[in-house]
Nanobody
Framework: QVQLVESGGGLVQAGGSLRLSCAAS????????MGWYRQAPGKQRELVAY???????WYVGSIKGRFTIARDDTKNTLYLQMNSLKPEDTAVYYC?????????WGQGTQVTVSS
């Protein structure tokens, strides 16, 4: 049973934008903190942003001001709007339900930013 499905990744030039989406089941999404992680080649998976059920947000310092996390509680969908992308943003991006600990992971979507 697939609970979280990411989409919206792709290849983009530096300075460009992408919007990632994560479709979730109601049972997983409702009332849960949701976040985005990423894992670049040769690096540890890191938390990029999260959003609480009350829509409070947090961002890792390296992307703050460039990315925006949002959630649509009616559609049970999580978003990550990524602007001013840099090559260092290249990674597989994972949707996650629950933070510390994560209770459910998506399969990931590849984001590649070229110079």
């Amino acid at each position: 049973q697939v609970q979280l499905v990411e989409s919206g990744g792709g290849l983009v030039q530096a300075g460009g934008s992408l919007r990632l989406s994560c479709a979730a089941s109601r049972s997983i999404f409702s009332g849960n903190i949701m976040g985005w992680y990423r894992q670049a080649p040769g690096k540890q998976r890191e938390l990029v942003a999260y959003i609480s059920a009350s829509h409070g947000t947090w961002y890792v310092g390296s992307i703050k001001g460039r990315f925006t996390i949002a959630r649509d509680d009616t559609k049970n969908t999580l978003y990550l709007q990524m602007n001013s992308l840099k090559p260092e943003d290249t990674a597989v991006y994972y949707c996650a339900a629950g933070i510390s600990p994560v209770t459910r992971w998506g399969q990931g979507t590849q984001v590649t930013v070229s110079s």
